[in-house]
């Protein structure tokens, strides 16, 4: 029978453990190499308890805290095993491969902007990691930040003619950056390996962008036939359907997506103005906060929930976030459209009639830009 080699890291521990004198336990690697063995078994549980146990012993081991963090994020627990990693980070803070696992754990817990940061620290050390560099990619492409998308992978467009991971999603950027030929390019890259769900899916957006909603939808429903579990391809179908005015499958495909992968920002928010829109305001409320911790800070997500808070009276509320979004946004039409509204309502009849003032500059410039419409959105009567 071959006999079998001890890990090397049980050796480097082994030279690494401090000596305690006579009353040293005989193995005291033994809860590390119980949890080793166990997490080969898949037993994971019982492999987390056992690094726990050595841990308790010697608990700046940045080994027993990365395994202990391997087996969490495999049971699911990724708030624990972020913790684990941290706490091996903060002894070996150059750990490339336990800082990618982080970035991973951070990932699959839906906090794309802090994967993308440690993904971006591991890209820092390690230029040439595929992995990481994806995964920041990806982490982007999810937080509606194309362009950085672009500039991650751009470069590999020609080298990497024949990687469909990477075509899917530069391409997806391109066409969420408005690029369409560009977009169209890998489009047709992806078709050269037969009808793919990821090739309609991308067909659609590129369809929609260029306001053919019959086809975008077209080609969305072929998308979701094909693959229905590809992410994102319900919640894009339903905003196409939505843009066609149905609401009600567009209101199935939100909900379809959110099953799937309740980390969708598109379903999140555009569920939630169904829902404000059916005076269903808590629910709403729920979705657009869930929205904006996927993107921190995203203005039209900030609107909606002003708009929840002052169509159910909670008119101080709304008063500090709507005049966040008109000094992010000064021509935010509709934010300030909102915000004097407020003004009115809470009796302050000086900002509100400043707020009508900006309301007619914006209107008259839309109309500068659109000869013959009509001003986009009126402004309240001067009492609110």
């Known amino acids: ?68 963090g391997v087996v969490l ?44 940061a440690e993904l971006e620290t591991v890209l820092a050390a390690e230029p040439d990691h595929l992995q990481a560099r994806y995964l920041q990619a990806d982490c982007h492409l999810r937080m509606g930040e194309p362009k950085k998308v672009i500039a ?32 169209q390019l890998l489009i047709d890259r992806i078709l050269r390996n037969g009808e793919s769900a ?25 998308a979701v036939a094909l693959n229905p579990d590809l992410p994102t391809v319900h919640s894009a179908y339903g905003v196409a359907l939505l843009e066609a005015g149905n609401r009600d499958l567009a209101r199935e495909q939100f909900l379809a997506e959110l099953e799937r992968n309740p980390a969708d920002f598109d379903a999140h928010l555009y569920l939630g103005v169904i829902l404000k829109e059916d005076a269903e305001f808590d629910r709403a409320l729920e979705h657009f906060t869930r929205a904006l911790q996927l993107r921190q800070g995203d203005l039209g997500t900030r609107f909606q929930i002003a708009a929840v808070k002052v169509a159910t009276g909670r008119t101080n509320e709304a008063l500090p976030l709507l005049e966040a979004a008109v000094r992010d946004a000064p021509e935010f039409l509709e934010a300030h459209v909102l915000l004097a509204t407020v003004y009115y309502r809470l009796q302050q009849r000086e900002a509100g009639d400043r707020e009508r003032a900006i309301i007619d500059e914006l209107n008259r410039k839309r109309q500068a830009m659109q000869p013959g419409a009509k001003p986009a959105n009126a402004a309240p009567p001067g009492g609110g």
């Open 73 to 116: 994020a495999r049971l699911g627990r990724y708030d624990a095993a972020i913790d684990a990693y941290r706490a091996a980070l903060a002894a070996d803070p150059a750990n490339s491969p336990i800082r990618l696992n982080l970035g991973i754990a951070l990932y699959k817990s839906a906090a794309f902007a802090d994967a993308a």
């Open 198 to 222: 990821e090739a309609r899916l991308m067909m659609g957006l590129a369809k929609r962008g260029a306001q053919d909603l019959t086809g975008a939808q077209q080609d969305l429903a072929r």
């Open 152 to 183: 991650l992978l751009a470069e590999y467009e020609n080298a990497r003619a024949d990687d469909l991971a990477l075509a899917y999603m530069l391409g997806m950027a391109y066409l969420r950056d408005g690029q369409q030929e560009r977009g």
């Open 1 to 68: 029978m071959t006999r079998r080699r001890v890990p090397w890291v049980a050796v480097w521990l082994l030279l690494a453990l401090p000596v305690r004198g006579a009353q040293a336990q005989a193995d005291p690697l033994e809860p590390f190499r119980r949890g080793v063995a166990l997490q080969e078994q898949g037993q994971l549980e019982a492999a987390a308890d056992a690094y726990r146990e050595f841990l308790a012993q010697y608990p700046n081991n940045i080994e027993a805290r990365s395994n202990l």
